[in-house]
């Protein structure tokens, strides 16, 4: 069983900056790839972005792949989040989640933390 849990998130203005942490416990991190994922309210979740368990393989959702980077130091059991030139559309609570390559592509995990708040004003 792998507890995940987030930090990082907060307020921040149109064009800011933001990471988001993800540290795993109680299973073995590196065998898993691990994704974020995001749901605004009134909105479904949608996926945003995929690292391998080696962290060698990485793919982001289209809207934001020009400015988020995903990141995992399988040392600390830890996958980041880097965000950059936030929008006020990318307000949502934003998860991150353990599981197989193609199926957090399609929202689907083993795990999911339960969220980090990330609000961006205009």
């Known amino acids: 069983q792998v507890q995940l849990v987030e930090s990082g998130g907060g307020l921040v203005q149109a064009g800011g900056s933001l990471r988001l942490s993800c540290a795993a416990s109680g299973g073995t991190f590196s065998r898993y790839a691990m994704g974020w994922f995001r749901q605004a309210p009134g909105k479904e979740r949608e996926f945003v972005g995929v690292i391998s368990w080696s962290g060698t393989s990485t793919y982001m959702k289209d809207s934001v792949k020009d400015r988020f980077t995903i990141s995992r130091d399988n040392g600390k059991n830890t996958v980041y989040l880097e965000m950059n030139s936030l929008k006020p559309e990318d307000t949502a609570v934003y998860y991150c989640?353990?599981?197989?390559?193609?199926?957090?592509?399609?929202?689907?995990?083993?795990?999911r933390g339960q969220g980090t708040q990330v609000t961006v004003s205009s």
């Open positions: 989640a353990a599981g197989e390559w193609f199926a957090l592509q399609r929202r689907s995990s083993n795990y």
